[in-house]
């Protein structure tokens, strides 16, 4: 293999600072950061390893323009954004740096909580205006309170085990429902049960599944109206796991969900413009959970570990639990 000043790398998301500048010293580093497809296919045409978080799309037709790709590096846990069954097929090898972001995310899943409760960023934005609605301003405890987490793996059981401390009853589902994984889940306060349940249970509702064929449009108008009524939405997944229009309605007429926090959106980016932007009872964040930076630096460095283990044939002796994809 040439020396690794040969190794050509596309960086197409914005990562840790610090860990760009250690690659830019080793390594060719392209940057086209969150590039439309034409734009990324160009960048990535001559590229061995591309490094991504969410808001680009690896798509086979992307991939297609790179025939030397090796190594694809998510920087992060989410898998919906790149074609893994493409990559795999052609043996580029896809690993993803998951552990580190379960904790910000998780941390961030509680300021959406109580932004949502006690109305933080709506009180924000009216005092800014000059006003002081002191009693149109009252918002909900959280001990006491059902919380219900969909997706109580890394992130959501997290928060299961944060909702606990802060003396909620925390329900929490899985996809594949052992009793082990029940055991696991009750140590940390967190009580197993079923989907349905939690829908119906929930005075705060927490989606922190992957998006996939299963989870696609999770919560849509059934569930939407299944919900207890003044219960509050938090989705820190992804925006196709809940049908915004159908959320957007069931807000508008008000019988069940009573307010959201979202994350993550349908449409994501500069420019794009959230169908929710009117509403007061709808706290929005552009995919941020995972931006803790202490988090970013750490999955930067593991990024650049398991880069330069790659390029010296020595990845394998170093990829840990969850890190390997294909
Ligand atoms: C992730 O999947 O790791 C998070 O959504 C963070 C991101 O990549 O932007």
Not at 212 to 218: E, G, K, M, Q
Not at 245 to 256: F, I, M
Not at 271 to 281: A, D, I, Q
């Amino acid at each position: 293999m040439e020396g690794n000043g040969y190794v050509k790398i596309l960086l197409a998301s914005p990562i840790d600072p610090a860990t760009i500048e250690s690659l830019e010293a080793t390594y060719d580093v392209r940057h086209a950061v969150n590039a439309e497809p034409r734009l990324l296919a160009e960048a990535i045409s001559d590229r061995e390893t591309v490094v991504l978080r969410s808001g680009v799309q690896l798509t086979a037709e992307v991939l297609k323009q790179a025939p030397d790709m090796k190594l694809i590096v998510r920087a992060g846990s989410g898998l919906d954004n790149i074609d893994v069954n493409f990559a795999r097929e052609r043996g580029i090898r896809v690993i993803r740096v998951p552990g580190m972001s379960a904790l910000p995310v998780a941390e961030f899943t509680f300021a959406m909580l109580l932004s949502l409760a006690r109305k933080v960023t709506l009180a924000d934005r009216l005092i800014r205006q000059g006003h002081w609605p002191k009693a149109d301003l009252g918002g909900a405890l959280l001990r006491g309170k059902t919380l219900g987490i969909v997706g109580a793996g890394n992130i959501g059981s997290l928060v299961g085990e944060m909702g606990h401390a802060w003396g909620m009853r925390v329900l929490g589902c899985v996809a594949r429902p052992t009793a082990p994984v029940g055991q696991h889940l009750f140590e940390r306060g967190i009580t197993m049960t079923d989907f349905d349940t939690i829908v119906a249970e929930a005075d705060f509702l927490c989606l922190h599944v992957p998006l996939d064929n299963h989870t696609r449009n999770l919560v849509d108008a059934s569930v939407l109206t299944r919900m207890k009524p003044g219960s509050l939405l938090v989705n820190m997944a992804r925006g196709g796991v809940v049908d915004e229009q159908a959320l957007l309605k069931q807000l508008d007429e008000g019988s069940t969900v009573a307010g959201a926090a979202l994350d993550v959106h349908e449409q994501e980016g500069e420019g794009t413009m959230s169908p929710f932007v009117e509403l007061p009872n709808v706290v929005l964040t552009p995919h941020i959970g995972a931006m803790a930076l202490d988090s970013q630096r750490l999955i930067g460095d593991r990024a650049a570990v398991l880069i330069q283990a790659f390029h010296e044939g020595r990845l394998d002796e170093e990829i840990q639990d969850g890190e390997h994809v294909a």
